[in-house]
């Protein structure tokens, strides 16, 4: 006789009865963690250790009994992606339950290739950064963006999308700020939202083509981050890092962090993850009134997961916290230990014990659930409470038809959906549109007449920063003496840090060293040029304006799209997500919760040349 939970015919809330029933606490432990799992060659499974001290696949699963894995680098072909999620689904399938395997996923459709923050596109569409996509304050785009991402998991098997990201960028330095919507909240919510409904039931997309719009089996489940707002870190160091740990809040804006989260909220996302920011100094309303809000990781922080996102938003998702708060680990052969601020004293069981109290349903980056085990073993935690976070873990699984015609993928199918041509060229016309106008030479603005805009056909370019055989429709030259126009592309400034996983993390000063200045000051003083920097952060140009004829920003645009936008072939439509600050200073006095607080800012928040007739851009 079937056992009633793997009847596709009952209610998702008595299938999951009937699973939890007849699950053992090991087994119901497993699915509260979450962690990093390696593709092996070919899309095999990776059942040794990993060089980053990951378990191997069959240990998490098997042994572990884990059934949420956070897949990394993809291979190098679709096909083989889905074949690598196929035999995982195929060993999971093979435990006493054979409860399905939800593979979950940082951003994989831009330019960022950062393990702990998004991943290079590898084989799927390519899209601007979440900062180009708010460039073009196009809620279809991002709609559109998102349904193309949710095509192109669903084909190769990943059903959890670890994004969006809707902190706001009101510390100009922060290492993160380049995966959100940039500083305004209100465009924050609204893209924000759009992204969801793109993910999670194909946006108008969808309904145009006559679905229903509904969460299911055609769903990507989006897990919103990272509440409530990661965006106030002080100095803009990033709480990945000990000294990045504290979250801060002199302008007394908490609850302006919160309003995009109450959008994504409305739109139905599935999932939220606290940040790892420790709270110093916060006095805040959580529900019943202002109060001193305890000095811990938020994930860790009852007041803020239980009584302010579960009891008075409403929330009643799935909430999975940042990776890595409660093990000390070993990542590209240095030490990196647990963030567990404000909680350093306390034992991993311990800070499991806290993480739990605090109302977490899973653990991010984690793989230890013999501390859960050993936690109701002992009396500290009751069964119920783990029976709770394990059912809305379960029902998930159920609504995305992972225990039915959605456990496995389509092989060949993977293959002709991930970078199908309309995909990737809506990418590229998108990376296109996105690209923002700050100067330009043909509107008066510049003095450059070859590097005004549209720039003509057949010109002898020289390009710095763009890839040989990249300039389709023109003439490359090797030195700017031989040039018409020139076009340099610079990277924004940042501090090395490092080494190993903290150098993926572009923080400390905005200003450009001045050998680059110089640079660009001699390349213009020998051919009108046009200057491009990709904004991961917002970069203090200032010391660039004097010699850039035309000078754009963009937030992910590969060099193809650029010219497209350069040219006129796809008309650049983007506008600064955030202020520009006029100086460093600027940006050290301002208040690090406070949006559109630096003094006298270069670019205000809206410019580009496409609005500047509507008094948006200043300079």
Not at 7 to 28: I, N, Q, S
Not at 400 to 420: K, S
């Amino acid at each position: 006789m079937t056992a009633p939970y793997r009847d596709p015919a009952l209610p998702v809330a008595e299938r999951v009865a009937d699973l939890l029933g007849r699950m053992t606490l090991a087994e119901k432990a497993g699915q509260m963690f979450q962690t990093m799992v390696e593709v092996g060659p070919g899309g095999t499974l990776a059942d040794v250790p990993s060089d980053h001290g990951m378990p191997g696949t069959s240990d998490l699963v098997v042994e572990r009994h884990m059934t949420h894995l956070n897949v990394l680098a993809a291979p190098p072909t679709a096909r083989e992606f889905a074949a690598w999620h196929n035999r995982l689904q195929r060993l999971a399938a093979g435990t006493r339950l054979g409860i399905p395997v939800t593979v979950a996923s940082d951003p994989r459709h831009s330019f960022t290739d950062n393990p702990g923050a998004a991943l290079l596109s590898g084989p799927f569409s390519q899209w601007p950064e979440t900062l180009g996509l708010a460039a073009t304050r196009d809620e279809r785009l991002v709609e559109e963006h998102g349904d193309a991402a949710r095509q192109e998991y669903l084909a190769v098997g990943i059903r959890t999308a670890l994004h969006p990201q809707v902190d706001l960028v009101t510390e100009p330095r922060w290492a993160r700020g380049g995966g959100t919507f940039g500083e305004d909240a209100d465009l924050t919510g609204r893209l924000g939202a759009a992204y969801v409904r793109g993910l999670q039931a194909g946006g108008d997309v969808a309904r145009d083509a006559g679905l229903d719009g509904a969460f299911g089996p055609a769903s990507v489940s989006t897990m919103t981050k990272h509440f409530p707002g990661g965006g106030p870190q002080l100095d803009g160091e990033d709480p990945h890092f000990a000294y990045g740990r504290e979250q801060v809040y002199p302008g007394g804006r908490f609850d302006l962090h919160l309003e995009p989260f109450k959008a994504l909220l409305a739109a139905g996302t599935r999932q939220m993850m606290p940040y790892y920011g420790m709270p110093v100094g916060l006095r805040a309303d959580l529900g019943s009134g202002p109060e001193d809000v305890e000095q811990v990781g938020f994930g860790f922080n009852r007041g803020v997961l239980t009584r302010l996102l579960r009891e008075h938003l409403g929330f009643d998702g799935i909430i999975c916290t940042d990776w890595g708060l409660v093990t000390d680990v070993e990542m590209f052969g240095l030490p990196f230990p647990a963030r567990a601020w404000g909680v350093e004293h306390l034992s991993p069981l311990e800070r499991v014990a806290k993480i739990l109290d605090a109302g977490a349903d899973q653990l991010g980056g984690e793989a230890c659930p013999e501390h859960v085990v050993s936690l109701v073993e002992s009396g500290r935690v009751p069964e119920a409470r783990i029976d709770a976070s394990v059912r809305r873990l379960l029902a998930e699984k159920f609504e995305l038809g992972l225990f039915d015609d959605q456990r496995y993928v389509d092989e060949g199918a993977a293959a002709v959906v991930v970078g199908r041509a309309d995909l990737v060229a809506a990418g590229r016309r998108a990376q296109s549109r996105s690209v923002t106008v700050l100067r330009d030479a043909g509107s008066g603005s510049g003095s450059g007449g070859a590097a005004g805009l549209p720039l003509a056909p057949g010109l002898r370019l020289y390009a710095e920063g763009v890839p040989d055989g990249e300039v389709a429709g023109f003439r490359r030259v090797a030195t700017p003496a031989e040039a018409d126009v020139a076009l340099l592309r610079l990277e924004a400034p940042y501090e090395e840090r490092g080494p190993g996983f903290e150098s993926f993390f572009h923080a400390g000063s905005l200003e450009f060293p001045d050998d680059v200045v110089a640079h660009v000051a001699e390349v213009a003083g020998l051919v009108p040029t046009v200057v491009d920097v990709h904004l991961d952060r917002p970069a203090v140009l200032t010391p660039l304006l004097p010699h850039a004829d035309t000078l754009v920003v963009t937030f992910g645009v590969g060099a193809p799209a650029l010219l497209d936008a350069l040219t006129g072939a796809v008309p650049p439509e983007g506008r600064l997500p955030f202020d520009l600050p006029r100086s460093a200073a600027a940006v050290e006095a301002s208040r690090s919760d406070v949006p559109f607080d630096t003094t006298d800012p270069l670019f205000r928040f809206g410019a580009g040349e496409v609005s500047a007739a509507d008094g948006d851009a200043a300079a």
